[in-house]
DNA sequence: TAAAAATACTCCATAGGTATTTTAT
DNA sequence: ATAAAATACCTATGGAGTATTTTTA
């Protein structure tokens, strides 16, 4: 009626030793078992696989055709019962989506540090703002993001991983006209250059300088951190720069100034979000952890430079 | 415990369908007994297939890489079963030996005439001598024969395609003495060139020329037909040319006579061979069918000819 | 509360085992 | 006569169904 796995493996066997006894020892089981389910996958093939003779058998041209087919597809679950074994972590590609501006700064040696770990997972990454990347998470296009904590959305689950605080950024010129101790909310927003709408970062910035003192006023919707950074570089405002962004930003843009906040400095948190299920998911545990080591080390060297 | 094709066919299902009671309905199946398969592939294979929400469902990544091997194993079982129903003839390749004496005049037009027949069978012609393609045979490397019966070895099945007489054949000069009515028997032997041995040709020339009569004298042991044919032209003796062999070889030799012989003229049987089995094999008898065919049309022409 | 999947339990189909017959050399 | 495969028959595993519970939004 229908052909059966077993029945590819008995016939398989049965192509190998040339015999039906012989076969049905390789499979343990009793030679009238095999017998059956060859004659069952002759029937569903509407021919015969073998010739029948006294001391052996020989495939049909049918048989042989078939043999190869059994063999790939035999190979192929194999495979996979295999890598059932042999799986670190998990099989297949994660699909991972990551903000803009985390990405680049991050990235690099995020992934360098999981190809070195034991968790061998493909990642393939998406770059997006966090409205899309949390959409296509929850679609399921996605497995996991990094981004800035809290995303507020029902039925995902966050762990966050490190702490990135804002530094102020601004021209040699600004920056030494500014006082020695300065405290965020007393920006005055009319300084801020921040990133066009859609960017988390923005308003992460907004809320940092203390969005009720008065209007906004927001100078430039640049489309990127390297872009928002070159033009407070150039002496058009002054920014709220992330520290895991300074030391990339920095090393592209010479005459730019960093200072430290006053303690309490502003951070954002980052953090991992997937899709909330109880069942526990080895992978992600993992993949935090890696994270939350590579972005502290990265936090850590920040502090030291500045 | 161990992957069926049930399993994965399910599995399929549920990833269409992203949800396990519409996917077991499309299955036939109630949705408990879906549940359970998807349960055991992912014991099977360790790790968790999908994730389970309320409304829906979403692949983990484990489980799209399990997914894309259904698809190829499924696929390629559902092209087995559906070749079962397709398939004319047989499927697969038909493994075909054929004697040298045979091979270049028969097989372009039977190959053709096997192509545009309804069995459409895949031919793979393997030339050699009559023991050694016998022996092929039987250790089953091929599939059948064509040759001269009878071919006198247990085991085999022989079926009669034709018969293919032979005709005297000389240079101008030699045919031009001969009297007007030759009796095959009636041949001095040391004026016969034969093939060399191994050949059955060699074997059935000495036979119609009567071996009895005295010690044969084979001037050359020629390997070819062709080489025998132009050694004969070029006037060192005369031979037995085939009917079948007669238009090729008088196209590549001009001056060749070719002469029949009084009724009953000496013949070869041609025939079809396979190895006896009891279980009947619908290939053969079309096969046998379709080179008669050809056969019997290529004698038809050779008589209409000399 | 409603919808979906998991669980519990029962039943039956079928794969497998043993004993035997049939077939071919 | 012997060796191998097919057949007959019985048993037991496990896949599927119904009813129910659990879970999550």
Not at 108 to 113: E, G, Y
Not at 138 to 160: F, K, N, S, V, Y
Not at 247 to 271: H, N, Q
Request: charged fraction near 25%.
């Amino acid at each position: 009626m229908t052909i059966t796995l077993k029945q590819l493996t008995y016939f398989k066997a049965l192509a190998e030793q040339g015999n039906f006894r012989r076969a049905a020892e390789t499979c343990f089981v009793s030679q009238p078992a095999l017998s059956v389910q060859i004659q069952e996958l002759e029937r569903s093939l509407g021919g015969a696989l073998v010739e029948r003779h006294a001391r052996r058998i020989v495939l049909t041209p049918l048989g042989r055709e078939v043999l190869e087919t059994a063999h790939r597809v035999l190979s192929e679950v194999a495979a996979l019962e295999h890598s059932a074994q042999n799986r670190q972590g998990l099989g297949g590609v994660l699909r991972l989506g990551v903000i803009p501006t985390i990405a680049p700064y991050l990235l690099p040696d995020a992934l360098a540090a999981l190809r070195a770990s034991d968790i061998s997972l493909d990642v393939q990454i998406t770059e997006g703002k966090t409205d899309r990347v949390l959409d296509q998470l929850t679609e399921g296009a996605l497995d996991a993001c990094i981004l800035a904590l809290p995303t507020e959305r029902d039925g995902l689950e966050e762990r966050p991983l490190f702490e990135d605080r804002f530094l102020l950024a601004g021209s040699a010129a600004r920056m030494e006209a500014m006082e020695t101790h300065i405290r965020p909310d007393a920006l005055s927003e009319r300084q801020i250059l921040l990133l066009e709408d859609g960017h988390c970062l923005t308003d992460q910035a907004l809320a940092v300088c203390g969005r009720g003192r008065g209007h906004p006023r927001i100078h430039m919707g640049a489309s990127s951190l390297p872009t928002l950074t070159r033009l407070v570089e150039a002496g058009f405002g002054l920014t709220l720069m992330p520290e895991l962004a300074a030391r990339s930003e920095m090393a592209l843009a010479p005459g730019l100034r960093l200072r430290r906040f006053d303690d309490p400095e502003p951070f954002r948190a980052i953090g991992l979000v997937r899709r909330a299920t109880r069942q526990p998911t080895e992978w992600f545990g993992a993949l935090a952890d890696t994270l939350e080591t590579v972005g502290c080390a990265l936090m850590e060297d920040a502090r030291r430079a500045v």
